[in-house]
């Protein structure tokens, strides 16, 4: 059960001593649940095509970019690079488009991209139960859906158009990816749409619900800040590190076997301040169509702040005595022809 005025008495508690407290439980929870492991992944952008028009976000339909999508050369090209660097995990991003990033075309991306690695997630548009089964089939073994807010009328006011303003069916996604077999999901919110205190707990409460209707998924959550696109005119509201710290102490302490991720969204110093905490980064990241082998020009879904290399990122877990982890999971059906 989750104690709302629990949640949010520690979430708003601006004590030093508190937020320490907190800090140490949490590092000993993550510490006593997943060792001091940190798995690698990076994001790959096969496209920047979408029909939704989301304020915040800079392939909105409204905001005048050059749109492309990788051809299949492209894609092994990039998915080289990115797997000569070590890389084991991708999380396949794209924008919502049902017409020019097909459930065929990503079927394709995901064929190739298993050539290449072990582990293969996606963040795409909200799919149907049987289209998540065939791209299960070709190979993903894992979802990212954020709901970005659970204030539905924030929601309503900051999807103005496209599929993605029907707030319910987003909120099922995860329901009908689990109901086809999803290994991993994803969920998250993004900071700084909404009140962020109502929306983790509104975050929290579907968690518990999907672990309860699925307890055979792996999940995981992620809390992105959102970066302010610089020729869109949106202003988040303020999250503060100290919040988003403690937001991620809580999840940590409520969902002790839960994953957490953190993206290069973040700087630098908050991401080495938080390894303690998470369990899954990003590393070596671009957010741009093509990014890895400067195939397209184009601009990024949002700037990055943290540019090291997974080099730099590895060096940096192993000084500070973490395991690097690169494969997570490995699906053995292909060795035993069993799926398993
Ligand atoms: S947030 Fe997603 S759906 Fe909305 S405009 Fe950006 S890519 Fe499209």
Redesign the pocket.
């Known amino acids: 059960m989750i104690v709302t005025d629990q949640i949010h008495r520690i979430l708003t508690d601006s004590r030093e001593a508190t937020f320490e407290k907190l800090k140490k439980q949490a590092s000993d929870v993550t510490r006593q649940y997943f060792g001091r492991t940190i798995s690698l992944y990076a994001p790959l952008y096969l496209g920047n095509y979408?029909e939704?028009n989301?304020v915040y976000?800079g392939?909105?339909s409204h905001h005048k970019i050059p749109r492309t999508r990788l051809n299949d050369a492209e894609l092994h090209k990039e998915m080289n690079v990115l797997s000569k660097q070590g890389i084991q995990n991708i999380l396949i991003l794209t924008?919502?488009s049902d017409r020019m990033t097909s459930v065929n075309y990503i079927k394709n991306a995901v064929t190739i991209a298993r050539q290449y690695f072990p582990n293969v997630s996606i963040e795409i548009q909200p799919l149907l139960t049987d289209e998540y089964s065939q791209l299960i089939k070709a190979g993903v073994d894992g979802l990212a859906v954020y709901q970005e807010t659970y204030d539905r009328e924030i929601y309503d006011t900051v999807h103005v158009s496209g599929k993605?303003k029907d707030y319910n069916y987003r909120y099922e996604t995860p329901e009908r990816a689990a109901h086809a077999g999803m290994r991993s999901i994803s969920m998250g919110i993004l900071l700084g749409l909404a009140p962020p205190v109502e929306d983790v707990i509104a975050l929290f409460q579907h968690l518990r619900f999907m672990e309860k209707i699925y307890p055979g998924v792996e999940y995981s959550l992620s809390f992105p800040r959102i970066v302010p696109v610089e020729d869109m005119d949106y202003q988040p509201i303020k999250v503060s590190d100290d919040l988003f710290v403690k937001i991620i102490c809580l999840t940590r302490i409520l969902f002790p076997r839960v994953g957490i991720n953190l993206s290069t969204r973040e700087q630098p110093a908050i991401r080495d301040d938080m390894l303690s905490l998470v369990t899954r980064m990003s590393a070596g990241s671009s957010t741009l169509v093509g990014g890895y082998t400067h195939i397209r020009e184009g601009e990024p879904?949002f700037d990055i702040h943290d540019h090291r290399s997974v080099k730099e990122i590895v060096q940096l877990l192993k000084d500070k005595n973490y395991d690097p982890v690169f494969t997570e999971w490995r699906c053995l059906h292909e060795v035993s022809g069993l799926r398993v």
């Open positions: 979408c939704n989301c976000c392939f909105s924008g919502e993605k879904q």
